[in-house]
């Protein structure tokens, strides 16, 4: 069963840097077609896909915040990291990390998980 | 960028058909997934590379996807079915969601 669980600082002040980890289970960061990538979603608002890692590191980003953001894998934890410079409010969401197959399933995202609420405020 | 632009909302009865779509330049060259997004928990794809359905997923979703405009179908809508609905794309580069519709069951 393929779980992924996000987890970092749900508080940051303006400017600061976020940094948000994806921990996953099921299914391992090496395996050939496996990406995963970060979503999020303003409160009441639509979802945006920011940035993707796939099994061999190949990053992609979101054109609006490639500079803002990094994607990188750990592999020895499980783990997927993203940072976010440069914080402001309207980057209030809550983000997810979701799994995703090329292969099986066409670069769409299977399995995502339960979302972490990060909130920009002084 | 690439974008794709849904209707807001769509409002369908009980056991009727809900119809939803998502257009996109030339978006019928692309593989299209849906997912369904309840109050307060995370998206679910209820459809992938046009029309296929994951497993648990029930027969009542349907896609299709061709010139400029996928479409999302539910057939004999039920009140579980009221939620938030995407699409999703993605190219070589970069991957986009659609604004989304709000399905209400009347």
């Known amino acids: 069963q393929i779980t992924l669980k996000e987890s970092g600082l749900t508080l940051v002040k303006p400017t600061q840097t976020l940094t948000l980890t994806c921990s996953v289970s099921g299914f391992s960061l090496r395996m050939s077609g496996v990406g995963v990538g970060w979503i999020r979603q303003p409160p009441g608002k639509a979802l945006e896909w920011l940035a993707l890692i796939y099994y061999n590191d190949d990053q992609r980003y979101s054109p609006s915040l490639k500079g803002r953001l990094t994607i990188t894998k750990d592999l020895s934890k499980n783990q997927v990291v993203l940072t976010m410079t440069n914080m402001d409010p309207v980057d209030t969401a809550t983000y997810f990390c979701?799994?995703?197959?090329?292969?099986?399933?066409?670069?769409?995202?299977?399995?995502w998980g339960q979302g972490t609420m990060v909130t920009v405020s002084s | 960028s690439y974008e794709l632009t849904q209707a807001p909302s769509v409002s369908v009865s009980p056991g009727q058909t809900a119809t939803i779509s998502c257009s996109g330049d030339k978006l019928g060259d692309k593989y299209v997934s849906w997912y369904q997004q309840k109050p307060g928990q995370s998206p679910v794809l209820v459809i992938y590379q046009d029309m296929k359905r994951p497993a648990g997923i029930p027969g009542r979703f349907s896609g299709s996807n061709s010139g400029n405009t996928a479409t999302l179908t539910i057939s004999g809508t039920q009140a579980m079915d009221e939620a938030d609905y995407y699409c999703?794309?993605?190219?070589?580069?970069?991957?986009?969601f659609g604004s989304g519709t709000k399905v209400t069951v009347l």
């Open positions: 999703q794309t993605w190219d070589s580069t970069t991957y986009v």
């Open positions: 979701a799994h995703m197959e090329t292969g099986t399933t066409g670069n769409c995202f299977d399995v």
